[in-house]
């Protein structure tokens, strides 16, 4: 099946910046949106940013500003790019992807990698 796997995580300290990048393997007709999601300690998963197909992008308030998320899809990746990082942005951060194949649409999860932002 189709594996999305992130990488870029680790632990920075506040004002830097990482950039976290996710790419899609498997049996894949084509990838429509795709995501960056991000859960802290003790809350719910939050999205971060989504960009579709045809590049169009949107982010969560919280990130406006600071994060750019990108994608290459010769590649099958989506980046997300974090400037200007804070302690409260340290959280793991998940992608998903909505996928078309065999006629069907799927939702995907990758299994998350970790950022620490230090102050």
């Known amino acids: 099946q189709v594996q999305l796997v992130e990488s870029g995580g680790g632990l920075v300290q506040a004002g830097g910046s990482l950039r976290l990048s996710c790419a899609a393997s498997?049996?894949?007709?084509?990838?429509?949106?795709m995501r960056w999601y991000r859960q802290a300690p003790g809350k719910q998963r939050d999205l971060v940013a989504a960009?579709?197909?045809?590049?169009?992008?949107n982010y969560a308030d919280f990130v406006k500003g600071r994060f750019t998320i990108s994608r290459d899809n010769a590649k099958n990746t989506v980046y997300l790019q974090m400037n200007s990082l804070k302690p409260e942005d340290t959280a793991v951060y998940y992608c998903?992807?909505?996928?078309?194949?065999?006629?069907?649409?799927?939702?995907?999860w990758g299994q998350g990698t970790q950022v620490t932002v230090s102050s």
């Open positions: 960009i579709t197909s045809g590049g169009s992008t």
């Open positions: 498997g049996s894949i007709f084509s990838i429509n949106t």
């Open positions: 998903n992807a909505d996928v078309s194949m065999e006629r069907f649409d799927y939702n995907y």
